[in-house]
C-alpha cells in the first residue's frame, strides 16, 4: 500500500499541516449551519442512523473531497476526525440531550 497522507510524506511541513485542519474545522462549521439544530444524543449514542451519525460519514467524505479539490491535500482520517469534532465544539448547531452522556464532570450527569 503507498502511502498518501501528505502529513505523513512531508511531516515536517507543519505550517501547512495546520492551515489545512484550521480550514477543515471551518469548513464543517460552515456546513453544520446548513442543517437544523442536531442533537447529540440519544436514547441509543451508537444508533448508526441517527442524525448525528448520518452527518458525520456524509461530512468526512466531504471534507476529505474538498481537501483534495481545494489544498491539493489528502488528509489523514485523525486530522478529518479532529477538525470535525472541534467544528461541533465550536458550532452552535448542537444541542445536548440532558442525561448521562458519559461526562462524569457534567452537572447534570446521573
Not at 19 to 47: N, Q
Not at 67 to 80: A, F, H, K, S
Not at 83 to 110: M, Q
Amino acid at each position: 500500500m503507498a502511502i498518501r497522507y501528505d502529513l505523513w510524506i512531508s511531516p515536517d511541513d507543519i505550517k501547512r499541516h495546520r492551515a489545512v485542519e484550521a480550514d477543515l474545522e471551518r469548513y464543517f462549521i460552515e456546513r453544520f449551519a446548513d442543517y437544523p439544530h442536531i442533537r447529540l444524543f440519544g436514547d441509543d449514542p451508537y444508533d448508526y442512523d441517527a442524525p448525528f451519525n448520518r452527518l458525520y460519514d456524509v461530512l468526512i467524505a466531504r471534507a476529505n473531497d474538498y481537501c483534495e479539490r481545494e489544498w491539493g491535500y489528502v488528509p489523514t482520517p485523525i486530522q478529518l476526525n479532529q477538525a470535525f469534532f472541534r467544528g461541533v465544539a465550536h458550532s452552535n448547531k448542537f444541542l445536548r440531550d440532558s442525561g448521562n452522556d458519559a461526562d462524569p464532570d457534567r452537572p447534570d450527569a446521573h
